[in-house]
């Protein structure tokens, strides 16, 4: 099974007190449903290539989710939270009642500003008077490249934005990629 090793929220590392912190029993949902990802969806790839597996064991584990890759071609509709708009992007995973959204890294430093970014803009995006995405979480890898540590890194970012970043809560869950380095 995958190991979580780390779990921070926003609301702990911001003084802001007027927003809503992340719900424990969604949050623990998600931490079990990534500790419940086998370590054998990481066997047929090696250190520094996509795993397309794990977001789909870790969908499998939260059922009232909208997983991205349910859909034919691989892009579920109701996870393209900005399609009316012509924006083209898309959530991981996606729960319209409980407004979360899921950002699954396996790999890349880059797309985490890229996911706090789809965070705002759901924020920012009104169905039924309500912001699309009250709450974010982020699930990334605690060793990627054998040095790097995208959890912390998830973190310098977070205290970064915290001042522009108009969101509820945002959860980060580090996890051990159980490949060899």
């Avoid at 499998?60 to 989710?65: A, F, G, N, R």
């Avoid at 924006?87 to 319209?96: G, I, Q, R």
Wanted: hydrophobic letters at 35%; charged letters at 30%.
């Amino acid at each position: 099974m995958v190991v979580v090793e780390e779990l921070t929220k926003l609301s702990e590392r911001r003084t802001q007190t007027s927003s809503e912190a992340f719900p424990d029993d969604a949050l623990t949902s998600i931490r079990a449903a990534v500790e419940a990802v086998p370590a054998s969806v990481f066997d047929d790839s090696t250190k520094h290539t996509v795993v397309g597996g794990f977001d789909a064991a870790i969908a499998d584990k939260l059922s009232q989710y909208e997983y991205e890759g349910d859909a034919a071609g691989g892009y579920n509709p109701n996870c393209k939270l900005w399609s009316h708009q012509g924006f083209n992007y898309s959530v991981d995973l996606y729960d319209a009642d409980a407004r979360i959204a899921i950002e699954v890294e396996k790999s890349e430093r880059k797309n985490v500003s890229d996911d706090l970014l789809k965070f705002q803009k759901g924020y920012r995006t009104q169905k039924d008077g309500r912001p699309k995405i009250e709450f974010g979480c982020l699930v990334v890898p605690v060793n990627y490249l054998g040095q790097h540590n995208l959890y912390q890194h998830s973190l310098t970012k977070l205290d970064f934005m915290k001042g522009v970043l108009f969101i509820d809560d945002v959860a980060v869950i580090g996890y051990r990629d159980p490949r060899p380095d």
